[in-house]
Structures are given as structure tokens and as C-alpha cells.
């Protein structure tokens, strides 16, 4: 405040000291006019003839001869104030873009009407904002920063309203211009837009980038009334705050020995909230790091709730371009908080879940037809799956990191989001080595999120000696690769018995496939392999229990029969167990088959009990 008041009377010196040199030397002066401290030594007539305040002050204090006079809260100041005398004086000066403002407004304060004096200052300073400014965006722009000073009378004089609207109707026609320069005819005769042609419509975009906010935040709206295209605003949105949020340096300061500056942060609170208030509606008009970047700014200036949210569900509404990087938001909370605001990516995680499941249920008649392999949606699925993985495993070495948390964040998507659950695997191997005290309890809840059918060659046998894991996630990772070495055998004998793989085997090979489908398919798929692998287990029942009775057999055999006896009856045993029998219903029963199945049991046994 002390540094305006001081240039304000700097600005008043100079313009005493030029007044001197136009006013009449030789008339002596009759009265004083005082303006933000600064003084005039002037004349009444030709004040009185063009100013009626000046003149009703003077008529006023008719009997006592007023020779002083001080005019408060002038708009524009002393410097405004020399020009409206010179006016008077009838002193030649040049109306510009950078004073019609002020002289607009001085002329409103002092009365300087055609009620007066025919072609006051008044109605000259409107003709030139109506018939110069108002057809020149670039001007437009200039008058909007004059008015910042001036407000509210520029406003009421709609000074502002003017030049907004302006601006607003030359950027619509610019692009309208700039459409039909990039028509053209295609070889078969059509008229079409040429989408590389290089667009010359939004050369104002850097032009609005100097007006203060809340005037900026008034041009943006009358744009978008005016039909300006959702990407020429976003753009200029980008611009504004990359030059408003990135000039100050009070955003980033981690020391914090630096003086944070409370109306600088207040300033770019102000432009975060008003810039996120003017986001268009449609996707992919701003690039989706710029929403991030919004969304960690609102975060560090504590912007208000509503700001934040509204950004949240923007990203999660198109999570699937996302980056690593992007997720990557840094906790500016107490210090035994996490590294990265987990919160927050939790929260979109939820915005883009809620935002597919809305999308397929408008249509109960296909839903899980879009949410086929090949639907967007399901790939977006698979591209945020793959990247909250990436960012599981990131976050995972933080010592402050609740297991609540990291599990929230990984249960966010629906099952059928992972194909393979590799990166889920690594994130929680990442996890248990930097959380070594994990009771076994949360060591199991959270190895439950793991599904080791879906896991690669590689990483289950990465699991399979993993110390980490607790027992029985061990056992099942045994359990899978040892159905999944069975599905290798039975496909190397394919090409010369063409023996029906066994479903338990095929569940495994076609895991990524089961899991890429919709959850209806996918339900009816599993409930389908459900009923075939009782039946398997049924008929395993079964051959076991007539083994155990030709056992039986066999050793009552023995005991009662002579040597060649036995040796006969020993001789049609041997040939019913044959490994080469034809026994069609049944299979064979050789010893490691017999011993397979038996650890199969124990094995399911144990998976069962986990369960």
C-alpha cells in the first residue's frame, strides 16, 4: 500500500509540473483542485464550462468565494485529471486504447456530459471505445487491463461488458473464418475440413493471458455462449495457468525457510478454483497431465472440496491415457503421512469404476456385450489395471503405508480388470519385504488378493520359492503349476492321440481368456467347468474305490490259493491294470497316476481349508 501511495504522488508531481507548463501564464489562478494529493493551480471558467461537479461545487459556495477544492476517490488520479483539464483548456490530446477507459470514467466522475458543453469529453471518449476499440480484439484486451483500476464504475458504465462481448464475437469469427479456409474438395467431389491444415483462429489465446482473473474468468463464459470451440478454451485455459501458477514461487516450498507470501497463495487458490470452474465439458479438450496438474496445485493451496472433486472425476473419467507419472501425487500432509497421496488416487480409482459401471448399465439388453474383450471400455480396463499395479508397486516400499490402504487401492477395480496378476504379485512381493513385520494373518488377507491361477510361468515359479508367501499360498501356487506341467504333457501327445485335454488342465491354458471375458460369460464359463470337474471328481471316486476292492482281492487271493494259483489269478489281475487297457470309462490306473490323484486330493484338500 505504501508503494501505491508513494507512485501515486509521484504521478501527481509530474503532472503539477507539466501543468505548468500548458496552463495560461498570464491569467492568474482563481482556484486549487487537490486530486490523490496532488494539486492544480487552475482556472474556474473553462473547469465550469465543461465540468458540471466543478461547476455546482463553485455555484455552492457562491458567497464565499470557494478557491479550493479537493476531489476524493478520483477515478484514474492525477494524471487522468490533468487530461480532463487539458480538455477543458481546449488542449489537443490523443484519445488511445490505454486512456479511453479512464477518460470515460473521469468524465462520468466530473460530470463532463453534452448536458454541459456540446462534444464533451464524455461522449468523444465513448465514440472512440464504441467505433475503434470495440472492433479490435487486441485493444479490447488492453481497455479490460485499464478497467482492473476502475472497478466498479467501469463496470456500471459497462465499460467491461463492452469489451468482453467483443472480444468474445471477434474470437467466434476468427475460428468461423479459420473453418472455411481449411475446407476443401476431396477427389470425389465432397467438401470436407482439412484436419491438418494448420487452425489460425486462436492466435488470441495469448492475448487474454494478461487480464486478471476474474475479468478473464467473464471472457471465457461469453466465449463458450458464443459456440468458441471446447479445445481453442481449453487451450487458452492451459496458457493462462501455466503463466499464472508457474511465475510464483510460493507453490513449491519444501524447506521451508522461504517466507511463504499468504496473497500469493491466495492469488493462485483464486486461479486454481476459477480455471477448474471453466473446464469444458468434453473429454480430451485439455490434456489429461494439465488435469493433474490442477489436481496436485489444489492440493498443495487446500482449494476448495468441491474443486477437487470435480477434478477427480474429470481424470477418472479418462484414467485409461493416464501415466505412472500422473498418479504420482505427493502428500503435502504431516510427516508421518505417506509419500503420495494414496487418498486421492483411491478416489479416482472410484470415479473410473463408477463411471464404466454407469456407462453399462444404460443398457441392461447389452451389457456384458459391451464389456467384450474387444469393447473400449474393457480395454481401458486392462490400461488402468496394468497401471494401478505399476503404481501399487511404487508406493509399496513406504514404511507409513497402511496395509487398509493398500488393499483399498487394489480392490478399487472389478475382477474381471486383470487378465494376469503379475504386477499384483510384484506390488505385494514389494509390500511383504518392506513391511517384514506383517502378522501372518494380514500376510494371508492380503495374498488372498492374488489369484495364482492367473500368474505367468515365470512369476509362479517366482511364488513357488517365495518365503515371503504365506503356506498356503505356497501350496497353491504348487497346486497350479503342477495342473499346469499336467496341461504341458497332455499338449505335447495332442498332435498324435488327439486325447481331450483334461478341463481342469484347459482352465488353466485359457485363464487370460476366462478372465477377458464379461462376468456373465464368465460366470456361465466357471459354472460350466464347476459341474465337469464334479463329474471328474466323481468318476476319480469311483476308480478309487474299485481298486481298493480288487486290492481287497488280491490279498485274500493270495492267502488262500496255492503258488500257481495265484500266479494264474496274479496274471489276470495284471492284465485288468494294464497301462495300454482299452477301459474307455474308467482310464488308467497306473501307480503314478494313482499317486497323482492322491496328492491332487491332499492338495485340493488344503486349498479348500484356506479357503
Given at each position: 500500500?505504501?508503494?501505491?501511495?508513494?507512485?501515486?504522488?509521484?504521478?501527481?508531481?509530474?503532472?503539477?509540473?507539466?501543468?505548468?507548463?500548458?496552463?495560461?501564464?498570464?491569467?492568474?489562478?482563481?482556484?486549487?483542485?487537490?486530486?490523490?494529493?496532488?494539486?492544480?493551480?487552475?482556472?474556474?471558467?473553462?473547469?465550469?464550462?465543461?465540468?458540471?461537479?466543478?461547476?455546482?461545487?463553485?455555484?455552492?459556495?457562491?458567497?464565499?468565494?470557494?478557491?479550493?477544492?479537493?476531489?476524493?476517490?478520483?477515478?484514474?488520479?492525477?494524471?487522468?485529471?490533468?487530461?480532463?483539464?487539458?480538455?477543458?483548456?481546449?488542449?489537443?490530446?490523443?484519445?488511445?486504447?490505454?486512456?479511453?477507459?479512464?477518460?470515460?470514467?473521469?468524465?462520468?466522475?466530473?460530470?463532463?456530459?453534452?448536458?454541459?458543453?456540446?462534444?464533451?469529453?464524455?461522449?468523444?471518449?465513448?465514440?472512440?471505445?464504441?467505433?475503434?476499440?470495440?472492433?479490435?480484439?487486441?485493444?479490447?484486451?488492453?481497455?479490460?487491463?485499464?478497467?482492473?483500476?476502475?472497478?466498479?464504475?467501469?463496470?456500471?458504465?459497462?465499460?467491461?461488458?463492452?469489451?468482453?462481448?467483443?472480444?468474445a464475437s471477434k474470437a467466434c469469427a476468427e475460428q468461423?473464418?479459420?473453418?472455411?479456409?481449411?475446407?476443401?474438395?476431396?477427389?470425389?467431389?465432397?467438401?470436407?475440413?482439412?484436419?491438418?491444415?494448420?487452425?489460425?483462429?486462436?492466435?488470441?489465446?495469448?492475448?487474454?493471458?494478461?487480464?486478471?482473473?476474474?475479468?478473464?474468468?467473464?471472457?471465457?463464459?461469453?466465449?463458450?455462449?458464443?459456440?468458441?470451440?471446447?479445445?481453442?478454451?481449453?487451450?487458452?485455459?492451459?496458457?493462462?495457468?501455466?503463466?499464472?501458477?508457474?511465475?510464483?514461487?510460493?507453490?513449491?516450498?519444501?524447506?521451508?525457510?522461504?517466507?511463504?507470501?499468504?496473497?500469493?497463495t491466495d492469488h493462485e487458490r483464486l486461479v486454481v478454483?476459477?480455471?477448474?470452474?471453466?473446464?469444458?465439458?468434453?473429454?480430451?479438450?485439455?490434456?489429461?497431465?494439465?488435469?493433474?496438474?490442477?489436481?496436485?496445485?489444489?492440493?498443495?493451496?487446500?482449494?476448495?472440496?468441491?474443486?477437487?472433486?470435480?477434478?477427480?472425476?474429470?481424470?477418472?473419467?479418462?484414467?485409461?491415457?493416464?501415466?505412472?507419472?500422473?498418479?504420482?501425487?505427493?502428500?503435502?500432509?504431516?510427516?508421518?503421512?505417506?509419500?503420495?497421496?494414496?487418498?486421492?488416487?483411491?478416489?479416482?480409482?472410484?470415479?473410473?469404476?463408477?463411471?464404466?459401471?454407469?456407462?453399462?448399465?444404460?443398457?441392461?439388453?447389452?451389457?456384458?456385450?459391451?464389456?467384450?474383450?474387444?469393447?473400449?471400455?474393457?480395454?481401458?480396463?486392462?490400461?488402468?489395471?496394468?497401471?494401478?499395479?505399476?503404481?501399487?508397486?511404487?508406493?509399496?516400499?513406504?514404511?507409513?503405508?497402511?496395509?487398509?490402504?493398500?488393499?483399498?487401492?487394489?480392490?478399487?477395480?472389478?475382477?474381471?480388470?486383470?487378465?494376469?496378476?503379475?504386477?499384483?504379485?510384484?506390488?505385494?512381493?514389494?509390500?511383504?519385504?518392506?513391511?517384514?513385520?506383517?502378522?501372518?494373518?494380514?500376510?494371508?488377507?492380503?495374498?488372498?488378493?492374488?489369484?495364482?491361477?492367473?500368474?505367468?510361468?515365470?512369476?509362479?515359479?517366482?511364488?513357488?520359492?517365495?518365503?515371503?508367501?504365506?503356506?498356503?499360498?505356497?501350496?497353491?501356487?504348487?497346486?497350479?503349476?503342477?495342473?499346469?506341467?499336467?496341461?504341458?504333457?497332455?499338449?505335447?501327445?495332442?498332435?498324435?492321440?488327439?486325447?481331450?485335454?483334461?478341463?481342469?488342465?484347459?482352465?488353466?491354458?485359457?485363464?487370460?481368456?476366462?478372465?477377458?471375458?464379461?462376468?456373465?460369460?464368465?460366470?456361465?464359463?466357471?459354472?460350466?467347468?464347476?459341474?465337469?470337474?464334479?463329474?471328474?471328481?466323481?468318476?476319480?471316486?469311483?476308480?478309487?474305490?474299485?481298486?481298493?476292492?480288487?486290492?481287497?482281492?488280491?490279498?485274500?487271493?493270495?492267502?488262500?490259493?496255492?503258488?500257481?494259483?495265484?500266479?494264474?489269478?496274479?496274471?489276470?489281475?495284471?492284465?485288468?491294470?494294464?497301462?495300454?487297457?482299452?477301459?474307455?470309462?474308467?482310464?488308467?490306473?497306473?501307480?503314478?497316476?494313482?499317486?497323482?490323484?492322491?496328492?491332487?486330493?491332499?492338495?485340493?484338500?488344503?486349498?479348500?481349508?484356506?479357503?
Open positions: 500500500m505504501d508503494k501505491q501511495q508513494h507512485h501515486q504522488l509521484s504521478l501527481a508531481k509530474s503532472s503539477r509540473q507539466r501543468c505548468n507548463e500548458w496552463i495560461f501564464r498570464d491569467v492568474k489562478s482563481d482556484i486549487t483542485i487537490e486530486v490523490n494529493g496532488g494539486t492544480f493551480a487552475l482556472h474556474k471558467f473553462p473547469l465550469v464550462s465543461r465540468s458540471g461537479r466543478i461547476r455546482k461545487l463553485v455555484a455552492e459556495h457562491r458567497d464565499s468565494d470557494i478557491s479550493r477544492v479537493e476531489l476524493l476517490n478520483l477515478p484514474g488520479g492525477a494524471e487522468t485529471f490533468e487530461l480532463a483539464a487539458k480538455f477543458c483548456y481546449g488542449i489537443n490530446f490523443e484519445i488511445t486504447s490505454s486512456n479511453v477507459a479512464q477518460l470515460c470514467c473521469v468524465s462520468d466522475y466530473l460530470e463532463m456530459t453534452e448536458e454541459f458543453s456540446k462534444d464533451n469529453l464524455g461522449s468523444r471518449a465513448e465514440e472512440y471505445l464504441e467505433s475503434i476499440v470495440c472492433k479490435n480484439l487486441e485493444m479490447c484486451v488492453e481497455v479490460l487491463q485499464q478497467c482492473e483500476n476502475l472497478l466498479p464504475l467501469a463496470d456500471e458504465l459497462k465499460i467491461v461488458s463492452r469489451c468482453i462481448d467483443a472480444i468461423i473464418a479459420s473453418s472455411f479456409s481449411r475446407l476443401e474438395y476431396s477427389s470425389s467431389g465432397r467438401l470436407h475440413m482439412n484436419r491438418q491444415a494448420k487452425c489460425d483462429g486462436d492466435w488470441w489465446i495469448e492475448d487474454l493471458s494478461v487480464i486478471r482473473i476474474d475479468l478473464y474468468q467473464r471472457v471465457m463464459t461469453a466465449m463458450k455462449c458464443r459456440g468458441v470451440r471446447p479445445e481453442s478454451i481449453g487451450a487458452s485455459l492451459v496458457n493462462y495457468a501455466q503463466k499464472e501458477l508457474t511465475k510464483k514461487s510460493s507453490l513449491w516450498n519444501p524447506s521451508g525457510h522461504t517466507k511463504i507470501d499468504l496473497f500469493s478454483e476459477t480455471i477448474v470452474s471453466l473446464l469444458p465439458v468434453e473429454k480430451l479438450a485439455v490434456p489429461i497431465t494439465f488435469l493433474f496438474g490442477l489436481l496436485r496445485s489444489a492440493v498443495m493451496l487446500d482449494c476448495s472440496i468441491a474443486c477437487r472433486l470435480d477434478l477427480e472425476r474429470r481424470i477418472g473419467s479418462q484414467l485409461d491415457i493416464a501415466t505412472l507419472d500422473d498418479l504420482l501425487i505427493p502428500s503435502f500432509r504431516h510427516a508421518g503421512d505417506t509419500l503420495f497421496d494414496v487418498d486421492t488416487v483411491q478416489r479416482i480409482l472410484v470415479n473410473f469404476s463408477q463411471q464404466d459401471d454407469s456407462e453399462d448399465d444404460m443398457d441392461d439388453a447389452s451389457v456384458f456385450e459391451s464389456d467384450s474383450p474387444h469393447s473400449p471400455s474393457q480395454g481401458a480396463l486392462f490400461k488402468v489395471s496394468k497401471l494401478v499395479d505399476n503404481y501399487l508397486a511404487e508406493i509399496a516400499p513406504d514404511a507409513n503405508l497402511k496395509l487398509a490402504k493398500f488393499m483399498a487401492v487394489a480392490e478399487t477395480l472389478p475382477t474381471h480388470a486383470r487378465t494376469i496378476h503379475d504386477g499384483l504379485y510384484r506390488a505385494i512381493d514389494i509390500y511383504l519385504k518392506a513391511h517384514q513385520g506383517l502378522p501372518d494373518a494380514d500376510k494371508k488377507k492380503l495374498c488372498k488378493l492374488i489369484d495364482f491361477q492367473k500368474l505367468s510361468q515365470e512369476a509362479g515359479a517366482h511364488a513357488a520359492q517365495n518365503e515371503r508367501l504365506p503356506l498356503q499360498s505356497i501350496v497353491q501356487v504348487l497346486y497350479f503349476e503342477q495342473l499346469r506341467l499336467r496341461n504341458a504333457l497332455c499338449c505335447s501327445y495332442a498332435d498324435d492321440d488327439r486325447k481331450p485335454v483334461n478341463h481342469q488342465s484347459w482352465r488353466i491354458s485359457s485363464s487370460a481368456l476366462s478372465a477377458a471375458m464379461s462376468p456373465k460369460d464368465n460366470y456361465a464359463s466357471l459354472r460350466r467347468e464347476n459341474r465337469e470337474l464334479k463329474l471328474e471328481l466323481a468318476r476319480m471316486r469311483m476308480r478309487l474305490n474299485d481298486l481298493e476292492k480288487e486290492h481287497v482281492c488280491m490279498k485274500r487271493d493270495m492267502a488262500k490259493s496255492s503258488s500257481r494259483k495265484f500266479m494264474s489269478s496274479f496274471t489276470k489281475k495284471i492284465g485288468g491294470l494294464s497301462l495300454f487297457g482299452h477301459s474307455s470309462s474308467r482310464g488308467s490306473s497306473s501307480p503314478s497316476r494313482q499317486s497323482y490323484r492322491t496328492d491332487s486330493k491332499v492338495i485340493e484338500r488344503t486349498c479348500a481349508s484356506t479357503d
